[in-house]
C-alpha cells in the first residue's frame, strides 16, 4: 500500500525537469554558465532519480512514458538553442539537431497515419546521439563557464554532434522507410 502511495515521485521529478528548462534557458542565455551547469547536474540527477524508481518499484505510467523523454528533449533542445543564440554553437548546428527531431516526429505521424501503427523504439544509433548531445552539451558548458576544458573540444564537439545527427537520422529514415515499404506491399 505504502508503494502505491508514492508512484507519484517518477512524473514530480520529471516535471520538475520540465520546470529547470526556464532558470536554466536563462542562465544560459545571460552567460550564467555555472548556474547553468548547477541547473543541467541537477535535471541530470532527476532523470536518473525517476529512471531508478520507475524501474526499480515498477512505477512506470503511461504519462511518465510520455514526459521523461519531452523533459530530456526540451532540456536539449534548450541547450543548443541558447547556445546557438549566444552564439557560441552555429545556427546549421541547431537547425541540423532540431531538424533530426522534427524529420523523425513528422516520419511517425506520416507512418501511423498512412502505413499503421507507429509505436516510437528509440534505436541504438538514436541513444548514441542523444548521449553525445548531452555529453558535448555538458563539456560546452563546463568550457564556457572557464572551468578546466580544452579549447579544441568546442569544434570536435560541433562536428561529433553534426555527424551523430545526421546518421542516427538517417538511420531512422532508413529503418522506418523499409518497415512501411514492407507494410505496403503486403
Known amino acids: 500500500m505504502r508503494s502505491q502511495q508514492l508512484r507519484w515521485i517518477p512524473n514530480a521529478l520529471t516535471f520538475l525537469r520540465i520546470v529547470l528548462v526556464i532558470p536554466f534557458a536563462g542562465?544560459?542565455?545571460?552567460?550564467?554558465?555555472?548556474?547553468?551547469?548547477?541547473?543541467?547536474?541537477?535535471?541530470?540527477?532527476?532523470?536518473?532519480?525517476?529512471?531508478?524508481?520507475?524501474?526499480?518499484f515498477n512505477w512506470k505510467s503511461r504519462l511518465g512514458a510520455i514526459a521523461d523523454p519531452l523533459a530530456d528533449k526540451a532540456l536539449l533542445i534548450t541547450t543548443y538553442l541558447m547556445l546557438t543564440i549566444t552564439g557560441v554553437l552555429p545556427v546549421w548546428l541547431f537547425a541540423l539537431v532540431l531538424g533530426r527531431d522534427l524529420l523523425i516526429v513528422c516520419g511517425g505521424l506520416a507512418f501511423h497515419y498512412g502505413v499503421g501503427r507507429f509505436e516510437m523504439e528509440p534505436s541504438i544509433p538514436g541513444k548514441m546521439n542523444t548521449f553525445i548531445q548531452i555529453?558535448?552539451?555538458?563539456?560546452?558548458?563546463?568550457?564556457?563557464?572557464?572551468?578546466?576544458?580544452?579549447?579544441?573540444?568546442?569544434?570536435?564537439?560541433?562536428?561529433?554532434?553534426?555527424?551523430?545527427?545526421?546518421?542516427?537520422?538517417?538511420?531512422?529514415?532508413?529503418?522506418?522507410?523499409?518497415r512501411a515499404w514492407r507494410a505496403k506491399r503486403s
Open 135 to 178: 555529453l558535448a552539451a555538458l563539456v560546452i558548458i563546463i568550457l564556457m563557464a572557464g572551468l578546466s576544458m580544452e579549447p579544441w573540444i568546442l569544434t570536435a564537439s560541433i562536428w561529433v554532434v553534426a555527424l551523430s545527427a545526421v546518421f542516427s537520422g538517417g538511420h531512422y529514415v532508413l529503418v522506418w522507410g523499409v
Open 27 to 56: 542562465a544560459l542565455l545571460d552567460g550564467g554558465y555555472r548556474l547553468a551547469l548547477a541547473i543541467f547536474a541537477v535535471a541530470a540527477l532527476t532523470d536518473a532519480i525517476d529512471g531508478f524508481l520507475a524501474r526499480t
